[in-house]
């Protein structure tokens, strides 16, 4: 009863759908109405197999002698959901033609069998048997199931798995024997056939594009007014597909193959085609998630319906499908080695960058703390060299005052011995040597070890002990780097005869390891870079 009223609740569903014209649908609402469907196949299944056993239930009120056509109408219930069931209806009730010696029951069932056994596999059996039988000897009434018997049964023998030559063999019988059903039509299924026949022949001969536009044409009108129990809109769906197929048009054509689809499942088939052919336009579509699960559906319906024939046409369109998923896979996972690939070398880049800022960074704040230092030392020298000259200052004044007593009293003797011992000057510059020397260490204590790199090693200076004096050979480089190069000023500083800074200097250059270019690079040892060059240095060492 559960069963009965949701296929009852889908069915008011179907009503609904039925007023609107599938093709005024966006294609992914049918796949996705296709879907839901395939979820709740099993409800629409159970419907028919209660309908069946209501069939099944009249048998018990019917005499032997009528339980042929009663077998028959079974069977053909069961084709679509159990060809197993299907044939052992048909069976039962050939037997019970044989024992009435019925001909014209036994013929329909003998023939609704043939027309299933290649759901079976068994092709072979279905056109020896088709064969066996002469069309010439049947009545009208029965030439008409014969030849559509025939058609399904070549049908399903033009199967992609054959040679083309046999596939194409097969087509012909089929559309010659589909030919010759229209030439047995009664008139109930007269007006059913004269309205598919010419589209159906249209779409497999194929011609022109305009003939075909008006194929499609003619038949959306048809397909957008049926309902999903109607049984043959399947059928004209299916066709309304293919024949966009062959336009190209791949949208519409999965639009009605879905739409057929949406009927078989309603109408409780179990052995379909248009399933099978919509996963297949899937995978072309590179839509692989929808066509392995229709593949998959298709495979597991034609497996609970015993048809073989499906099942293998199923399964073997499945591991295209994976493999595709695969290549797809793959490609993914190759786009996203690149992509990290990428980002490693993007997040490596970004490293360097962010250590080479932070090392600038550190460089800089090195280069303001030591230019402060310097700053503080250059105030604290500046001040010392003030001191000097304010000495300097008070002593003029002193030996003035001394000079002018001096001079008062006659005392010029006395006063040319001070001039001459130069005693004053002698210990104002030693004052000036001893600040100079001081500042200067303080200021570049790495100063010795700095002037040895551009010496020979055995003519290196030994360093400076703590609270020592320059020697007058390093007070002259120290001299040259504060700015003071020419000679004659350094011969001013130092206290020293022109000869003897020449001397030093060329002393100096024999003990270099570039004797021409050492003067120069004493020059430079402190010299300050730009700071463009600072911030691009990122090779030297922070130590």
């Known amino acids: 009863m559960k069963h009965l009223i949701l296929v009852l609740l889908v069915s008011l569903a179907n009503i609904t759908y039925a007023r609107t014209d599938w093709s005024a649908l966006p294609v992914n609402d049918v796949l996705d109405s296709l879907d839901n469907y395939i979820k709740h196949s099993g409800e629409y299944e159970a419907a028919v197999r209660n309908r069946i056993f209501e ?178 809109l399947p059928l004209a769906a299916s066709l309304l597909a293919e024949g966009y ?100 070398v993007f997040a490596i880049t970004l490293s360097v960058i962010a250590a080479f800022l932070i090392r600038s960074r550190r460089r800089r704040r090195k280069l303001e703390v030591s230019l402060a230092r310097a700053n503080i030392s250059k105030d604290t020298y500046i001040a010392r060299m003030l001191e000097i000259c304010a000495g300097n200052i008070d002593s003029i004044e002193n030996f003035n005052r001394v000079a002018a007593r001096k001079i008062k009293t006659s005392q010029v003797r006395d006063l040319l011995r001070m001039v001459e011992n130069n005693d004053i000057v002698q210990k104002q510059l030693q004052n000036f040597y001893t600040v100079f020397d001081n500042a200067f260490i303080n200021l570049h204590p790495d100063f010795v070890a700095r002037v040895n790199e551009l010496l020979l090693p055995d003519q290196r200076f030994a360093p400076i002990a703590e609270g020592a004096s320059l020697s007058a050979e390093l007070r002259m480089l120290a001299l040259m780097i504060s700015g003071i190069s020419d000679s004659t000023r350094l011969a001013r500083f130092l206290g020293l005869s022109l000869n003897t800074v020449y001397t030093y200097r060329t002393r100096l250059k024999g003990r270099a390891l570039d004797r021409e270019n050492f003067e120069e690079k004493v020059r430079k040892i402190y010299e300050i870079p730009d700071t463009k060059l600072i911030f691009e240095s990122s090779g030297t060492s922070d130590n």
Request: charged share 25%; with cysteine.
């Open 245 to 344: 197929h062959n336009e190209g048009d791949t949208d519409n054509a999965a639009r009605y193959y879905a739409l057929s689809s949406i009927a078989d499942i309603v109408q409780g088939k179990n052995e379909t085609t248009s399933l099978h052919r919509l996963g297949k336009l899937m995978s072309d579509r590179e839509d692989n998630e929808r066509a392995y699960r229709y593949l998959t559906a298709n495979l597991n319906r034609s497996v609970a319906a015993g048809a073989r024939i499906r099942a293998l046409e199923a399964a073997e369109a499945l591991p295209l499908v994976i493999k595709t998923a695969e290549e797809r896979a793959q490609k993914s996972r190759r786009f996203m080695i690149a992509l990290v690939v990428v980002l490693a």
């Open 55 to 232: 069939q099944k239930k009249k048998l018990l009120n019917k005499p032997i002698e009528h339980r042929a056509l009663r077998y028959l109408e079974i069977g053909d219930m069961y084709s679509h959901v159990d060809v197993d069931s299907a044939l052992r209806y048909y069976d039962l009730g050939m037997q019970v033609a044989r024992i009435n010696d019925d001909r014209d029951p036994y013929l329909m069932l003998r023939m609704a069998q043939l027309c299933i056994l290649p759901y079976k596999g068994l092709l072979h059996q279905a056109i020896t048997g088709i064969e066996s039988i002469e069309p010439s000897t049947l009545p009208d009434r029965l030439r008409r199931k014969y030849y559509y018997s025939r058609h399904l049964i070549f049908q399903n023998a033009a199967s992609p798995g054959f040679p083309d030559s046999v596939v194409s063999a097969n087509m012909r019988l089929a559309d010659v024997a589909m030919d010759s059903v229209m030439t047995y039509l009664d008139d109930n299924s007269r007006r059913a056939a004269a309205t598919f026949y010419p589209y159906w022949r249209s779409i497999k001969q194929g011609g022109s594009k305009a003939t075909g536009d008006q194929t499609i044409k003619g038949l959306h009108g048809i397909v957008d007014t049926m309902s999903l129990t109607n049984g043959y």
